[in-house]
Nanobody, 126 residues
Framework: QVQLVEPGGGLVQAGGSLRLSCTAS????????MGWFRQAPGKEREFVAA????????SYVDSVKGRFTISRDNAKNTVYLQMFSLKPEDTAVYYC???????????????????WGQGTQVTVSS
């Protein structure tokens, strides 16, 4: 069974930056595509970013393009979400997720992911 651990988010002022990480254990990390989702209070969970097993193709929701970068380090079994120019509307619980299989393109669909991290709170103050 795959376990995904998110060390923690944080509190940052608007315009600041933060890097999230998610480390996988239990299976070979490189066999999984990875994604990040987030859920704000009172809202549905939404797709944020995804990356293929090879790291060659990434995808982002329009609201974070140019500000967030997803990357992975297979040697460390870790996926990252580097966030710059944070806005109050980025405040949410962020979840990493793993999708089994070496697919050619990243998925933006929550239902296509097999494993989920526990979530970590990111709060952006004005």
């Amino acid at each position: 069974q795959v376990q995904l651990v998110e060390p923690g988010g944080g509190l940052v002022q608007a315009g600041g930056s933060l890097r999230l990480s998610c480390t996988a254990s239990g299976r070979t990390f490189s066999n999984y595509a990875m994604g990040w989702f987030r859920q704000a209070p009172g809202k549905e969970r939404e797709f944020v970013a995804a990356i293929t097993w090879s790291g060659g193709i990434t995808s982002y929701v329009d609201s974070v393009k140019g500000r967030f970068t997803i990357s992975r380090d297979n040697a460390k079994n870790t996926v990252y979400l580097q966030m710059f120019s944070l806005k109050p509307e980025d405040t949410a619980v962020y979840y990493c997720a793993a999708r089994g299989g070496r697919y050619m393109y990243p998925s933006v669909k929550e239902s296509e992911y097999d494993y989920w991290g526990q979530g970590t709170q990111v709060t952006v103050s004005s």
